[in-house]
């Protein structure tokens, strides 16, 4: 996208977002802009974009990034061990997917605890950020972010493949 989604639907960039606030937001300018009431298509279709883009956390961080970041995100950033739990888990998700007998309860059981991780880790850099007025210049804290941000790509490419869906 190239016009920034926050401006778009008039909100604060931040890791985490009001998602009633955010709707509302969208909703005005749909009431406003909506091609069937006679207005201009292209405000329409630039706040169905920046409104997909924002309500889901993995693209919003990556529009964060791409406005105020490194884009495309520094992959040193991940750091081994996160790196090596995941391909482990990989390996664990091909073993289920090529047998017939396999138990998955201790997959999910860290695609779980993956998952929480990254929610807390969320929740630190929102709390972060909201303390911050100048957080954007931040270099320390945009590659927090960004590294969020791979593991988080990383956390999605795994579900994805345990539920059967071609990723990687």
Same mark, same amino acid.
């Given at each position: 996208?190239?016009?920034?989604?926050?401006? #778009?639907?008039?909100?604060?960039?931040?890791?985490?977002?009001?998602?009633?606030?955010?709707?509302?937001?969208?909703?005005? #300018?749909?009431?406003?802009?909506?091609?069937?009431?006679?207005?201009?298509?292209?405000?329409?279709?630039?706040?169905?974009?920046? =409104?997909?883009?924002?309500?889901?956390?993995?693209?919003?961080?990556?529009?964060?990034?791409?406005?105020?970041?490194?884009?495309?995100?520094?992959?040193?950033? #991940?750091?081994?061990?996160?790196?090596?739990?995941?391909?482990?888990?990989?390996?664990?998700?091909?073993?289920?997917?090529?047998?017939?007998?396999?138990?998955?309860?201790? #997959?999910?059981?860290?695609?779980?605890?993956?998952?929480?991780?990254?929610?807390?880790?969320?929740?630190?850099?929102?709390?972060?950020?909201?303390?911050?007025?100048?957080?954007?210049?931040?270099?320390?804290?945009?590659?927090?972010?960004?590294?969020? =941000?791979?593991?988080?790509? =990383?956390?999605?490419?795994?579900?994805?493949?345990?539920?059967?869906?071609?990723?990687?």
């Amino acid at each position: 996208m190239d016009v920034n989604p926050f401006e #778009i639907l008039q909100l604060k960039p931040s890791p985490k977002m009001d998602l009633g606030e955010m709707r509302k937001r969208y909703i005005e #300018i749909q009431r406003n802009g909506h091609p069937d009431l006679g207005n201009d298509s292209g405000i329409s279709e630039l706040a169905n974009k920046a =409104y997909s883009l924002l309500k889901n956390d993995e693209s919003r961080m990556a529009e964060i990034l791409k406005l105020y970041g490194n884009w495309p995100p520094d992959t040193k950033l #991940i750091g081994m061990d996160f790196l090596m739990e995941t391909m482990e888990i990989s390996e664990a998700i091909d073993l289920v997917l090529n047998s017939t007998d396999s138990d998955t309860t201790e #997959i999910l059981s860290s695609l779980v605890n993956l998952r929480n991780e990254l929610d807390e880790q969320l929740d630190s850099l929102d709390m972060r950020v909201r303390k911050n007025s100048d957080w954007i210049s931040d270099s320390n804290l945009l590659n927090e972010i960004s590294s969020w =941000y791979q593991k988080c790509r =990383y956390l999605t490419r795994l579900e994805k493949n345990l539920r059967g869906e071609e990723e990687l």
